[in-house]
């Protein structure tokens, strides 16, 4: 009886060194692989006095640096921003002019965007705020500004907020919404 009792406490310490290590290697196998790039890069930059601006719009994109959780506006989540934006033309480019972030109070706080760059048809352009980027406070703002030589299909302008602390998946979809039109009605 006493070899038995052995063999099943021989047998629990390999059991659970075999699953220790098992977890290990599994844990190393979902790391996450690094972003293949970033949606700027999708961005060509081009001078605007050659073009004739048929269309284009100003689009105002609520975003939030951190939300308040409990009962309490001491405790709060901070989150990740991906502003994105998207050609949905199929045939022609569209020309971004502006991409500035603002703070609650209104304050300018960063121009995104150095230069004037195009965006070819059917593509994406992101920026990337990390989730320790809190200087916006709760009512955050990016301002977005486009132009296109054509009459083209509206961008789809939007930002997705993401938080993953102490094991919670919290995420949600801000759309932008167009405060000025620029030369002529685009296509719908």
């Known amino acids: ?3 038995f009792k052995q063999w099943i406490q021989w047998s629990l310490i390999l059991t659970l060194t ?3 290590a ?3 290697w599994l844990g190393a196998q979902t790391t996450q692989p690094p972003v293949p790039h970033m949606g700027k890069s999708t961005l060509k930059p081009v001078t605007l006095e050659s ?12 975003v939030y640096s951190y939300i308040y959780h409990y009962d309490t506006q001491n405790q709060a989540i901070n989150l990740a921003t991906t502003l994105s934006i998207r050609n949905t033309d199929l045939k ?3 020309i971004i002019t502006k991409i500035d972030y603002y703070d609650t109070s209104g304050q300018q706080i960063k121009n995104l965007l150095k230069n004037p760059s195009e965006l070819s048809s059917m593509a994406s352009a992101d920026y990337f705020l990390p989730r320790n980027e809190v200087s916006g406070g709760l009512g ?12 083209v299909f509206d961008p789809i302008v939007e930002a997705v907020m993401i938080s993953t602390e102490s094991g919670r998946g919290l995420s949600f979809v801000s759309p932008g919404k167009v405060l000025k039109q620029i030369g002529a009605q685009t296509a719908s």
């Open 140 to 151: 955050a703002n990016f301002l977005v500004e486009w132009v296109s030589e054509h009459s």
């Open 51 to 62: 073009k004739k601006i048929l269309a284009g719009q100003t689009i105002y994109v609520p």
């Open 92 to 94: 022609h480019p569209i």
């Open 22 to 24: 098992a977890c290990t």
């Open 18 to 20: 075999v699953s220790l």
């Open 1 to 3: 009886m006493q070899r």
